[in-house]
Structures are given as structure tokens and as C-alpha cells.
């Protein structure tokens, strides 16, 4: 099975920081990423897919990008409703299986 | 805007049988996505579970196979999960969603979860 690392675990920043999280994964997957965020109480939301492609309604300060094995997460200007976890997912087509990283804890300094 | 509600117990004992429905609200269950359900342990990561399409062909977690079965109900616009042998493992917060159309690599559109103990 193909697994996922995050990069920090967890990162303190302040408002209008560059922020920047990074997912491995064990082997190359090509594009076949997304990224999430979750915040408590409220349901996930997609940000990214096909690790550079923004979801419709995504604030634009979000981005993504990598390809194979290595794959980022950047906001540019973080903001205060941006505190959240972030986590990365991939797909494995055989057997078909979803698998996410551990996530990326963001929080403001 | 399509939206999804999960429903079920919020308690549940050790070895009985789990079973959570999803609403899909605005929306149809048989929209041609695939829809799947992931769940979150109490300080833990996030977890596929399976995915169903609307004509009820299925794929699950390898781990959780053997105690795992979901279904379409064309009818009530849902599906639903089932997983037996419940341990306190199984302890989490169980989120449907549903999967994009046409690209089923990614889920574009989540419930609120519902927080499933398993507890005697």
C-alpha cells in the first residue's frame, strides 16, 4: 500500500504569513493528490485536486503543487479562519483504496 | 447546493452491528458519483471505509472488509453503511461523501459526521 507523510505536524504562524505544508508519498502517484481542510464541527473541504487544481469557491491564497513523490500545500497570507488541519489524500487503483496522511495541525502566532 | 446528512445511533455495543444512513439533500443519489464513507478516531487520522455506486456495486478497505456492507436506497435518495464485530476501535466520528464525478479520486462534497461510541 502506498503511504503518506505530512510535514510539519504541526506549525504556528501569524496572520499574513506564507505557510507552506509538504506530503511523500512512499512511491509515485503522478498527480493524483488532494489536499483537505477540517475544522471542528464543520464538514471537510476539498481544496486541491490533481495537486495543483483548485476546488470551485476556494479562496485563491491556497495552491498546490508536486508531482511523484513529493507535493506541497501553500497559503499565501494565511488568515485567521485558515486555522484548521490540513490533510493530503491519494488514490491506489489496485485494490482501489483511499489513504490520507496524518495531517498538518495550522494554527496562528 | 447539494448536501449531505449522516444519521444513526450515537452509541453502540461491543459486537453488535453499526448502521449509519446518508441523506443526500438537493441533490440524487443516482448522479452518476460514486459516494463513499471515511471516519476520524478520536485523535486519530482519517480513514476510508468503501464506496458505493447507484447500482450498488461496492468496494471496501481491505481492513474492514470482512465486517463491512453498504447499500443503495434509490427510493429515500440514501445509502447506508454496516459494520459489525464493534470493538472500541470502531470509536469515531463516521463522515459520508461524495466522490467527484467523472475524476472518483477525490471527494468534492462532505457531511457534518456523526460521532459513533462504541461503549458497553
Known amino acids: 500500500d502506498i503511504q503518506l507523510t505530512q510535514s510539519p505536524s504541526f506549525l504556528s504562524a501569524s496572520v499574513g504569513d506564507r505557510v507552506t505544508v509538504t506530503c511523500r508519498a512512499s512511491q509515485g502517484i503522478s498527480n493524483y493528490l488532494a489536499w483537505y481542510q477540517l475544522k471542528p464541527g464543520e464538514a471537510p473541504q476539498l481544496l486541491i485536486y490533481a495537486a495543483s487544481t483548485l476546488q470551485t469557491g476556494v479562496p485563491s491564497r491556497f495552491s498546490g503543487s508536486g508531482s511523484g513523490t513529493e507535493f506541497t500545500l501553500t497559503i499565501s497570507g494565511l488568515q485567521p479562519e485558515d486555522i484548521a488541519t490540513y490533510y493530503c489524500q491519494q488514490l491506489s487503483s489496485y485494490p482501489r483504496l483511499f489513504t490520507f496522511g496524518p495531517g498538518t495541525k495550522v494554527e496562528i502566532k | 447546493q447539494m448536501q449531505l446528512q449522516e444519521s444513526g445511533p450515537g452509541l453502540v455495543k461491543p459486537s453488535e452491528t453499526l448502521s449509519l444512513t446518508c441523506a443526500v439533500l438537493?441533490?440524487?443519489?443516482?448522479?452518476?458519483?460514486?459516494w463513499s464513507w471515511v471516519r476520524q478516531s478520536p485523535g486519530k487520522g482519517l480513514e476510508w471505509i468503501g464506496e458505493i455506486y447507484q447500482s450498488g456495486s461496492t468496494n471496501y478497505n481491505p481492513s474492514l472488509k470482512s465486517r463491512v456492507s453498504m447499500s443503495v436506497d434509490k427510493s429515500k435518495n440514501q445509502f447506508s453503511l454496516r459494520l459489525s464485530s464493534l470493538t472500541a476501535a470502531d470509536t469515531a466520528v463516521y463522515y459520508c461523501?461524495?466522490?467527484?464525478?467523472?475524476?472518483?479520486?477525490?471527494?468534492?462534497?462532505w457531511g457534518l459526521g456523526t460521532l459513533v461510541t462504541v461503549s458497553s
Open positions: 438537493g441533490g440524487s443519489i443516482s448522479s452518476g458519483n460514486w
Open positions: 461523501a461524495r466522490e467527484l464525478k467523472n475524476i472518483p479520486y477525490y471527494f468534492d462534497s
